[in-house]
DNA sequence: GTGCTTGCAAACGTTTTGCAGACTC
DNA sequence: GAGTCTGCAAAACGTTTGCAAGCAC
């Protein structure tokens, strides 16, 4: 399973850096691999249950954030529910409509003459973190 | 007062849509007009409490989403805290540093190039409303 | 008088935390 | 064996809501 590959030099960081690699954190780590873009805290949850009852939420969330540290994901905040998870190696922006919620993704590429702007006029270097561009999509638009 | 002035109009446009005026809501308003750039809800309230002690929080927060819809004051999430809340009329953007939570302003005309290439490419009209843009400001880049 | 607005208290949804036991290394 | 990680329950946080009384119009 090409997930589980994907698993082990990430599982490898993390006892470098004095984690301890147990079931529910290979479960969670690989069920995460296997999804495409977000996922919030609460539907990774659901996924590594259909696996592992026992894994807690709680659980999801403390190595969410270990993940995070070792710069493995990244989480941004779409809008005003809960935050969606992704790996930081899928580094994107995101465009949310505020009329209908719908999320669509842009290529980090999109930002480059504005991080430079950034970074020359006020020192302020962007980053794809927590990241979200709000405004209206087509549809919305169209109907004022 | 300069305040007192400027929420006249406001409290019009309120009335205008089979609002009341009371009491509470003048204050708020006027306390809202008195503050320059951001506040989050609590500090508001804490700020009318001072004048009008049972001010309750929830009645701020039902005001302030009225003046939202009134087109009157916009809220932002900056990050992880609690939102903060802006007049309309003064649009611009946020720069937050992830490293140390410092917020800088900068005016929309920033933001142009952008606004022009998202319309262009995705047909999705950039709003300054919700907007944050995280990165790492200048002292904090300095350190890794 | 109609019906919008208020203070209060209690609920909400998301996320964090304190704890004692279980586990990895 | 030392120290990390777990499930659980409960708290924390910012915000929203249901209610009966109060007030603007």
């Known amino acids: 399973m090409l997930v589980r590959e994907k698993a082990e030099p990430i599982l490898a960081l993390l006892r470098a850096r004095g984690g301890r690699v147990t079931t529910s954190r290979r479960a969670i ?3 995460l691999l296997g999804v495409a873009g977000h996922v919030t805290a609460e539907a990774l949850t659901a ?3 259909a696996v592992q009852p026992d894994v807690h ?3 999801v969330y403390r190595f969410l954030d270990e993940l995070e540290r070792l710069g493995v ?3 941004v905040h779409l ?3 809960p935050a969606v998870y992704h790996l930081a190696a899928d580094a994107h922006h995101h465009l949310v409509c505020d009329g209908c919620g719908a999320v669509e993704e842009v290529p980090d590429e999109v930002f480059a003459d504005l991080r430079g702007r950034l970074q020359a006029e006020f020192g302020f270097a962007l980053q794809p973190r927590h990241f979200a561009v709000t405004g209206h999509c087509r549809a919305c638009a169209m109907r004022p």
């Open 29 to 31: 780590l690989e069920t």
């Open 57 to 59: 939420e709680s659980t």
């Open 79 to 81: 809008g005003h529910g």
């Open 47 to 49: 996924r590594v249950q």
């Open 73 to 75: 994901v990244d989480h």
